[in-house]
């Protein structure tokens, strides 16, 4: 379904084009890539920086909506995890603005609140991003991992 609804769709592959380096393999012939990357069911999206680290992975069919929510919070982990946090907190907004019913949101907003943080080191960022979370999504566990911060 990846190949026939997902990929064609041409709200992904624009958002491919602008933003990644894609890389098919196949999964019958590649198999030491399949080994290194520990891939052993398909799809598997991996999104590596340019020092083949990985720092997101999809596993499984997603319509194209649900893809791009994924594609934007991976974009948002490589910046978060390489301290690029001003870049992070517009990645995980946008999830938070363009994706609210998605379940990537509410991991989105707690990860904005700690981008926010890292830069500014004011606790109300995290508080603000708790009470967001509590507010817009008081069943998910990323709200219960903000309750230390009100």
Same mark, same amino acid.
Request: net charge positive; no cysteine.
């Given at each position: 379904m990846m190949d026939t609804v997902t990929y064609p769709a041409q709200e992904v592959s624009d958002f491919v084009n602008a933003n990644l380096v894609a890389w098919r393999v196949d999964y019958l012939s590649e198999t030491r890539l399949l080994r290194l990357?520990? &891939?052993? +069911?398909?799809?598997?999206? #991996? %999104? #590596?920086?340019t020092r083949e680290k990985e720092r997101y992975r &999809?596993? $499984?069919?997603?319509?194209?909506?649900i893809? &791009?929510?994924?594609m934007i919070l991976a974009l948002g982990n490589a910046a978060f995890q390489t301290s690029r946090y001003g870049e992070a907190e517009n990645h995980y $907004?946008? &999830?938070?603005?363009d994706f609210p019913a998605s379940e990537e949101a509410p991991r989105a907003? %707690?990860?904005? $609140?700690?981008?926010?943080?890292?830069?500014?080191?004011d606790d109300a960022d995290?508080?603000?991003?708790?009470?967001?979370?509590?507010?817009?999504?008081?069943e998910s566990e +990323?709200?219960?991992?903000?309750?230390? +911060?009100?």
């Open positions: 990357f520990h &891939i052993n +069911w398909t799809p598997t999206l #991996l %999104f #590596l920086d &999809i596993i $499984g069919y997603l319509p194209p909506g893809l &791009i929510a994924h $907004g946008r &999830i938070a603005r907003l %707690f990860f904005r $609140g700690v981008a926010r943080y890292k830069q500014s080191r995290l508080e603000q991003a708790a009470r967001e979370l509590a507010s817009l999504y008081p +990323w709200t219960l991992r903000s309750l230390p +911060w009100v």
